[in-house]
Structure formats: C-alpha cells, structure tokens
C-alpha cells in the first residue's frame, strides 16, 4: 500500500487550525507544529485586548462545522470576543476533538523547510520530491518529518518591526531593551505597575497602538501622574482617527472617535512628526531622540510601547523558492493588492491559492504572514486563503478559484505611512479634525528643558494637509482631489 505523506501545518493558531479543519474534511491527514507551549500561544500574549471585529468574522466555517458536529454552539455572532475569548471559547474546543487532538504538536518549532535530497538549488526531481521540516522540541530534541505538502501560518508576531523610522533598529535600542515592550502589554493588568505614574511613548499609528494608548489614558484615571506620549512618522490624523460612525465595524470606528477625545483633552500628548533614530541612557530615564522637521529633538520618558508592526522571518524558508514583493515580502502578485500604500483592511479584493502561490509547489504562506510587511490582513481572509489552498492541493480547482471576501470598510488604516502618501481606500467620510491641527498639545521636556513642541500641520476642512497636497502624485494617493488641495 502506497504511503500517503501528511500535510504539515505550521503554526496552531485560528488560521492554522482552520487548515486543519478543511484539510480533514477533504480527507486529508494534517500534521500541526506549533513551537509555543499551547494552542494558540501567540493569541495569548495579547489575549486581554478586545477585538473590533465581532464573533461572524472570527470563525472559520469548516471548524464550526466540525464543532457543532459534537454539540458546540456558537458564541453570539455581534459579541466582540477578547484575545483570551478567541483561545478559549473556539480554538481549545476544535484543538480537543478527538479526532484533531493527535494531530497537533506543541513545543515543536520548524526552523528549516527542504526537500528530501533536494537543496534549492536542484531542479532535477524537485516537485516529486516531499518536503522534509527540521523540528527542534522543547526538550532540545530534533527531528526530520517528511509531508507532502506544506502550508506556513506561522505568522509574524515574533518578529516586531523596530522601532528605528529606517526600518532598522534605531542607536542603541537593543542596548535598552529593558524600558521597551513589543506589541500590545496587559497595561490594566499584570503589567499596570510598570506604567503607572511614568512617562509613557507608545510608537505607531495602527489598532495596536491605539489600544495601548486607551488603556494608558484609563490608566492616568486613577494614576494622574501617569504621562503619555504618542509619537508617530506620519501627520496625517485624518487617516489615524479613521471613518468613526461610517466605518462598517462600529466598534473598529469607536476606537478613532475614543482616541481623538484623549489626544483633543490632552490626556495623550502627541508629537508628529517624530522619526526615532536614537534611544540611550539617561539620568533616571531614557533619552529618545529622533528627527522633527526642525532637527532634532530629544523626549525623556521611563517607558517606550512599540507598536511599530511586525514583519515575516522568512529564514526558515532559505530552502525553498519563494517569489516575494520587494517591498511588501508578500507573493509578487499579493503585494499590488494589498499594499497599504493603497489599501485599509477592509478594501483588499478576494485572492486565494492563485494569489498566494510560490515557484515551489505545493507550498504556500497563508494567515498574517502571507502579507509580509502589510498590517492591514483580518483574521476572515485568512480563512478564506486556506479554503482555497486546500481545495487546490487536493486538485479541485473549481473551488479554489471561487474566492469569496466580503470585508468590511474602514476608515482607519493600520499603518504608519499615514500622511505619508499612504491611501486608505475605506469609506469617503472621515471624522472631523479641528483647526488647526496641533500635534502636540502640552509642554513636553526636550533636551531636559520644558519647552512647547507645537509642531502644526495645516489642514484643509476635506481633511488633506500639506502633506497630501504637496504635488499631484501625492494628492491622488491621499484621496485628495484638486479640489481640495487648490
């Protein structure tokens, strides 16, 4: 009897186990290596952040259909689950069904993906040939499993982008390591001693940012002392604050109008443009410095929250034959659809298989990953790839080109390049932006002195600001139309 290789997944997180779902109702055997020590451990280090988009666009339909089979119900489709929420009310209960309990590995990391006698660069046999991942255990253990088809949803959340504006870590950020968190921390929880009463930069313009900005400001309720700042790259507050009651997720819309109110309270104190090129040592405090349009400034805080993206470790994959977007490090015909520079979250055209193919055949990049650099991916077009790529590693090609996405429209990008040129291809309303804009709105200490930053972007009543209207190839990938930069 011919021996049927499995397929590997890589990564147990919701995409990652989706393909698993679709993968066994296509008569698949799907081997799952997750290196974390449980079932979506990247979930978990975010899990106390509420999600904006509700439970209907949070599931996969191949994993409800074999949870309901052993009497699972569905959460409420309009409740807004937590990370935590996600975990533990729909991805643990698929993780034990009996007959997906065996198919997972945890504390199995994949740290290189090869063919069997076959490096990359034999062409002779290569597509014949099975995939062959080295595993390392937790344990130190090592070993080499052969599959005959290899799906990647490892996604990107170890891999932080730095904080330095070159995209390369700024002077002596990984000497400070110790005042710098990656991500989104637990600031109402188990990390509120760390920010409590202390000055606190948060860096980048996207949700994550955001978020850690409003439970600081809920933070500063009770801890007055508690101080904030928001540096950014770009000036473009139109796009941060996003499309407020236009955007089709109310609660993604809420978090622009929230955020708005603090930076307009001065509660958060906004510096923008601000391109971090220095962080060092200072007497009780770290020294920021970073470029401003008038040279350069320098902001003492005790805190600093990178939430400056994230981007994929490709090193794994030296092995194999990867076509990617220069910029994006996406597939080369992903990029042009979902480039942030053009895109918000809700406005990437359906893509699958075709999308996310590879040179190397029957390997595919799939879930956050897939987008490389672009922060814009949501969890429903994930799900969606893995549909497609399944059904076209099993040879129904029909059903694989048939990519449905119904996404919902933002007015908020996640992206740094806001004002920057970026576009955000969302809804055509944008919350009104005051008058003009004042990026910083308090007295902030520069080079230890007290001094008023007040740097201002002159912004038109359409939103557009010298930015935007500098020329017309800025102008049309703002959204700005002649009219409203004459």
């Known amino acids: 009897m011919e021996n049927i290789l499995p397929v590997a997944i890589i990564g147990a997180g919701p995409v990652g186990l989706a393909a698993t779902a679709h993968l066994m109702e296509r008569g698949e055997t799907p081997v799952v290596f997750e290196a974390g020590e449980s079932i979506g451990a990247n979930v978990r280090q975010w899990g106390h952040v509420r999600m904006f988009s509700p439970w209907e666009f949070m599931v996969d339909g191949a994993m409800v259909r074999l949870l309901e089979a052993h009497g699972w119900q569905m959460p409420p489709k309009d409740g807004l689950p937590t990370g935590n929420d996600l975990v533990d009310r729909f991805m643990l209960p698929f993780s034990n069904l009996p007959e997906v309990l065996n198919t997972i590995h945890l504390n199995a990391r994949v740290v290189a993906v090869s063919r069997r006698n076959v490096d990359k660069m034999k062409d002779a046999g290569r597509d014949a040939a099975p995939f062959v991942l080295h595993i390392v255990y937790g344990n130190s253990d090592e070993a080499l499993i052969e599959a005959r088809a290899v799906i990647d949803a490892s996604g990107t959340w170890h891999q932080p982008n730095p904080l330095g504006s070159t995209g390369l870590p700024a002077v002596g950020e990984k000497r400070q390591s110790q005042h710098i968190v990656y991500g989104i921390p637990d600031v109402p929880g188990k990390d509120r001693s760390r920010y409590a009463d202390k000055r606190v930069m948060v860096v980048g313009s996207g949700h994550s940012a955001i978020n850690a900005l409003l439970e600081l400001a809920e933070l500063k309720r009770d801890q007055p002392q508690t101080v904030i700042y928001w540096t950014m790259r770009g000036t473009n ?13 109310p609660a993604r819309g809420r978090l622009g109008t929230r955020i708005q109110a603090h930076v307009d309270a001065g509660i958060i104190q906004m510096v923008s443009p601000f391109r971090i090129r220095e962080i060092a040592a200072g007497v009780d405090c770290v020294n920021v410095i970073g ?7 320098t902001l003492q805080v005790d805190e600093i929250i990178a939430s400056t993206g994230a981007r994929p470790d490709l090193n794994m994959l ?10 994006l490090e996406s597939t080369r015909q992903l990029g042009p659809m979902i480039d942030p520079n053009i895109h918000s979250c809700g406005t990437v055209r359906p893509h699958g298989e075709a999308e996310l193919r590879h040179p190397e055949k ?11 650099r672009a922060p814009t991916f949501l969890l429903a077009t994930g799900y969606e790839q893995v549909r497609s790529v399944v059904a076209a590693l099993v040879g129904d090609f029909e059903a694989a080109r048939e990519v449905h996405l119904n996404l919902p429209e933002t007015g908020v990008c996640s992206t740094d390049l806001a004002g920057e040129g970026a576009a955000c291809c969302g809804t055509s309303s944008t919350v009104p932006i005051s008058q003009p804009v004042l990026l910083s709105l308090a007295s902030i200490p520069v080079n230890g002195v007290l001094q008023p930053v007040g740097l201002q972007v002159a912004a038109r009543d359409c939103g557009c600001d010298d930015d935007c209207c500098g020329d017309g190839v800025r102008s049309t990938t703002c959204g700005c139309g002649g009219d409203c930069c004459s």
């Open 362 to 372: 029957d390997f595919y990049i799939v879930g956050m990953k897939s987008y490389g």
């Open 291 to 297: 470029e401003v349009p008038d040279g350069l400034e």
């Open 318 to 327: 030296r092995e194999l034959r990867l076509e990617l977007d220069p910029s």
């Open 237 to 249: 507050l139109t796009r941060v604050f996003g499309g407020g009651e236009d955007d089709a997720l």
